[in-house]
Nanobody
């Protein structure tokens, strides 16, 4: 079992920056991938960025070049650096962890609100 807690969301003007943090606890050594997803009202959660235990990264086309995902050396905290924010980046951002034991299982944080507005 992995527990995830997001922080760092808030209100920012277009062109500004935010850094989201996701702290993981529990069976952290079973995590094979962590990532950030976002949701707007009435939509499913869409991938923003992900990083594997090997350090491989994936980004949504809409954020590539503006957002950067990273993790600390202990692999228990993942960050999302968001630069050049646009109003269309406004969403609830969720941290995700994939745990590989007998099967791949997803764990989710409760989300943190990011609002980009002038």
């Amino acid at each position: 079992q992995v527990q995830l807690v997001e922080s760092g969301g808030g209100l920012v003007q277009p062109g500004g920056s935010l850094r989201l943090s996701c702290a993981a606890s529990g069976s952290i050594f079973s995590i094979v991938e962590m990532g950030w997803y976002r949701r707007t009202p009435g939509t499913q959660r869409d991938l923003v960025a992900a990083i594997t235990s090997a350090g491989n990264t994936n980004y949504a086309d809409s954020v590539k070049g503006r957002f950067t995902i990273s993790r600390d050396n202990a692999e228990n905290t993942v960050y999302l650096q968001m630069n050049s924010l646009k109003p269309e980046d406004t969403a609830i951002y969720y941290c995700n962890a994939v745990i590989q034991i007998s099967a791949r299982v997803n764990s989710w944080g409760q989300g943190t609100q990011v609002t980009v507005s002038s």
